[in-house]
Each structure stands twice: as C-alpha cells, then as structure tokens.
C-alpha cells in the first residue's frame, strides 16, 4: 500500500532582532512598529499558512561590555504584539514564545487563555526555559536552575497552567432569568496545584477557551527536549530544515511518543528555514551568496568568533586566518544573553574543527563564519524551492516549515505569491481555511477534559 501524501504546513516567523535581516536592503522596516507586524501577518494570512510565530527576548544582549548592535531597537511585549494582530487577521494562529523559567503559571495560562478567546482559538504558546544568569538578573530567580531542573521547573508549570485551562471544564453557564445574571456552576475554575515547584489553589478566573486550550509548542534539541517535547508538546520548533538531518531528528522524536501513549500524528515537527527566491536556480544561487556577504560583515564575523573562542578578538582581521591561541574555557564573559554560545559544549574540540575546515578550504574568518553559520534552506526558483519542501515533508524530514525571511517584514510576499500556488497545485497545501482555530489548521484534534473529571476532582486536563 502506498503512503499516504501528507499536507505540508506553513508558517511565519517574524525574526525580530537578529542577523538574519538584511538591514541594508531598503526593503527591511521597523522591527518595533506595528505596522510591520501587520504587514508580517496579513502576508501569511493571504497565503492561508498556519499560524505566526514571535520569538522572545528578555535581555538586551551584550558583547564585550557592549549593547550588541543589531539589539538597540529593543524588543517589544509578545502578548501585546500578539493581541493587536488577532485585531487585524482572522484566521492565522498566533504563536508567541513566553519563558517558563521567570514566569507564573497563573499569570500565563491568564493570558494565553484570554488571547485563545479574543482570536477565537487562534492561540499557541512556545514553552522554552532560560538557561543564563545574564537573563535572568532581570528576575528574581536569576540563573539559579541547571539544565535538568529546567525542564522539570518547566514540566511543573506545563502541568499547573494545564490545570488552570482545564478547571472550567464540565462547568454550564446559564442565564439566571430572575437576575439576568449569568452563573456558573458547579464551581468555575477551581484549581489546587502543589508540587516541588508551585503551591497555588484559588479560582482562574477565565472560562474554558474555544481550542479547550493553547497549542503547545516547544523548542529544544537537547534529549531532554526532545522527551518534554514528546511527552507534552503539540508541536516542536526545531532547526534542523536540512533532508538528513531533518529526517534523523523526525525519527527519532516520533519514536519517543509511544512512551508517552501518543501517535506520531499527535506531534509535529515543524524546523525554522530560510529561503532565497529568484526567477531561476542560478539567479537564487548568486543572490544567497549576496544575502550572506550582507548577514555576516567582517564585525558579525569576529562577534560570532569572539563567542566560541570567549575573548576580545577585536585585533584580528576577519579576512584573515582563525587565531592560533586556543578558546578561553569556563563561563563565557566576552558574549552575554546569546544563545549560540550555549551550543559550543566543547570550545576546544569545536575550535578544531572550525581550524580543520578552514585549512581544506582555506577560508578566512569571515567565509568560516558564513559557512558555520549558514542560514539558507531553500534557494531557487519557485519551482525548485515548492519541490524540494513537499519532498521533505513527503520524505518524513518534517511536517512543514517555519519560514524566515531575510527582508522584513515584506521579505514574505514573494514567497506567498509564487511558491504557495505552486504548492497548492500540488493538491499538499490548502487554498482556503477551512476550520476556525489554529488546532483544525495543524489537523490537532481537540484537547478535552477527560470523561468523569471535574473541575474540583484534582486530575490534570490532557
């Protein structure tokens, strides 16, 4: 028997502050103004994708000392962002990325719950947790969790904030025709939750949400990622957007559901990926290679370099060869609020490998650092970029994409008007929504109470 085609999914992620932009380009706007964030969202809403996605940052970065320059525009609230887009839009789901590590259960699931009402179930929170001290001196539990007790900080609040969803469930509210007050009962939102990490019991005070609650979204690549993920998540934000690397991660994060006594097709896998589009492949070819000479300037390249190597680089000329001194070790005081400098576990054997293939290639620091940090999924023509992302998909390398364009926030449109259609020739993406909430767009089925809960009974809404 044949497989059967899957619907390939799509979604946009405003990168706000970063060096994916290619801030010369007079295309690229505000990355604080609303209208950005309105042109952004009507974008992917005409191209009928899935939802938005808002990445978070609490802490304005630094380098060596310094407010890193690509962060000066500041970053605004997402709750806020996310609310005044469900003003303009009405069928795009709304993903925002709210940190588990400095935040209350209470507060959160208040808040998503209110934004899943007002867009009428368009709702998805990315769950990630904060691993430094740097981030955390904004808050008063300040980089005091290691890796381990993160994520069991973060399973904790996942399963209080499901709780406070859940605690209208089973609750009727009526019209009392004598008051014309309408009353709730038996007992609306009453919620207990004490474990090593939160002991609150009180009332939420906001009704069962059109989606019954969020989507759950998660970011992580960790193992223990990957487990929280497949244990809780609806969906996870990963960034391997590459066929085998895709298909390795794909693999290996659906075989932990069985675990958790879920089917693969209650999680999906959707990576960040970047496109470069032109009217043929050779045309896309050349322009990625411009768009990268604009991403890492000779300065990004030393910043990047200065983060695994953990020193003041400033001295080295990034059209010349990797420093022979060796990195820094211990706690990283040159790059601050960065999460690529978590990623280099072992500087020393990272720093030998970046010298390895600078050798056999004989690159610079600059055409190192844009090697090592390549961004460009898709590159092509139209054609060519809507072939390669339905056979991933297909080849079971993800369930879609998180698309991240290199103009915003206009840098969607062509994607929309050219690549979309070709897709929905294919009969793999829809030409019209054709349910109300973000979970009908993901194909998620309902999250419901369990038969027999009650809101007072203690047990935990799946």
Excluded: C
């Excluded at 899935?50 to 500041?74: P, S």
């Excluded at 430094?132 to 008063?140: H, K, L, M, W």
């Excluded at 474990?195 to 989606?211: K, L, M, N, Y």
Aim: no cysteine.
């Amino acid at each position: 028997m044949s497989k059967p085609v899957k619907q390939v999914h799509l979604a946009a992620h405003f990168p706000g502050v970063n060096n994916t932009t290619v801030w010369s380009d007079p295309r690229a706007g505000s990355h604080i103004e609303f209208s950005s964030f309105a042109h952004f969202a009507r974008s992917a809403e005409r191209a009928k994708f899935d939802f938005m996605f808002l990445a978070e940052g609490l802490r304005l970065r630094e380098q060596n000392g310094k407010i890193y320059d690509l962060d000066v525009v500041g970053r605004p609230d997402t709750f806020t962002i996310l609310t005044a887009i469900a003003a303009v839009t009405k069928h795009l789901g709304l993903a925002g990325t709210i940190n588990s590590t400095f935040n209350e259960p209470y507060e959160v699931a208040r808040q998503f719950a209110s934004l899943d009402h007002l867009s009428g179930g368009r709702a998805a929170w990315n769950v990630v947790t904060s691993w430094d001290a740097f981030t955390g001196e904004n808050f008063r539990r300040g980089g005091f969790l290691p890796q381990g007790e993160r994520y069991e900080r973060a399973r904790a609040f996942l399963r209080a904030t499901r709780e406070l969803f859940g605690s209208w469930a089973g609750t009727e509210i009526v019209a009392d025709k004598t008051s014309g007050q309408f009353l709730a009962a038996p007992d609306p939102g009453w919620f207990r939750h004490d474990d090593a990490h939160f002991e609150i019991t009180g009332h939420f005070d906001v009704p069962r949400s059109p989606q019954g609650r969020p989507v759950i979204f998660q970011a992580g690549d960790s193992d223990e990622g990957r487990e929280f993920a497949a244990a809780d998540a609806d969906a996870i934000f990963s960034r391997h957007s590459q066929l085998a690397p895709g298909q390795a991660f794909y693999a290996d994060v659906k075989r932990r559901l069985a675990k958790y006594g879920r089917s693969p097709d209650e999680l999906l896998i959707l990576p960040a990926a970047t496109f470069v589009l032109a009217d043929t492949d050779a045309e896309a070819t050349e322009l990625a290679h411009e768009v990268r000479l604009q991403q890492v300037s000779g300065a990004t390249a030393i910043a990047f370099l200065e983060q695994l190597w953990n020193r003041d680089l400033s001295g080295y000329d990034p059209d010349g060869p990797l420093p022979e001194t060796d990195p820094e070790p211990g706690e990283n005081t040159t790059a601050r609020g960065r999460a690529s400098v978590r990623m280099h576990s072992d500087r020393l054997a990272t720093a030998r490998e970046w010298r390895e293939r600078a050798a056999a290639k004989n690159l610079s620091i600059r055409e190192l650092i844009i090697e090592v940090t390549g961004r460009q999924a898709f590159v092509g023509s139209p054609s060519t970029i809507a072939a390669t992302i339905n056979d991933y998909v297909q080849a079971d390398a993800s369930d879609g994409y998180i698309l991240v364009p290199h103009i915003t926030p206009r840098g969607l449109d062509e994607f929309a008007g050219k690549v979309v259609p070709l897709l929905q020739e294919r009969g793999v993406f829809r030409a019209e929504y054709t349910g109300t909430t973000l979970r009908d767009h993901l194909g998620l089925p309902p999250r419901q109470q369990p038969a027999g809960a009650s809101p007072s009974d203690g047990r935990v809404a799946s």
